[in-house]
């Protein structure tokens, strides 16, 4: 028994699959920046590079 699949049904699978998968994977990205308890370490994160680095290198 063979399954028979054309490369059309593949390719819409395949587009489907990543599109999916692109979407759900971004959501979790935004969710992940923009929750409230994150936002001191993105906010000390952001601030962190200038207080040490903010002079001529030697």
């Given at each position: 028994?063979?399954?028979?699949v054309?490369?059309?049904?593949?390719v819409?699978?395949?587009?489907?699959?990543?599109?999916?998968?692109?979407l759900?994977?971004?959501?979790?990205?935004?969710?992940?920046?923009?929750?409230?308890?994150r936002q001191?370490?993105?906010?000390?994160?952001?601030?962190?590079?200038?207080?040490?680095?903010?002079?001529?290198?030697?």
């Amino acid at each position: 028994m063979t399954l028979d699949v054309s490369h059309d049904t593949v390719v819409w699978a395949a587009k489907t699959v990543g599109l999916l998968y692109l979407l759900v994977l971004s959501a979790i990205i935004v969710c992940y920046a923009f929750w409230p308890s994150r936002q001191k370490e993105f906010r000390d994160a952001s601030a962190a590079i200038l207080d040490q680095e903010d002079r001529p290198w030697r």
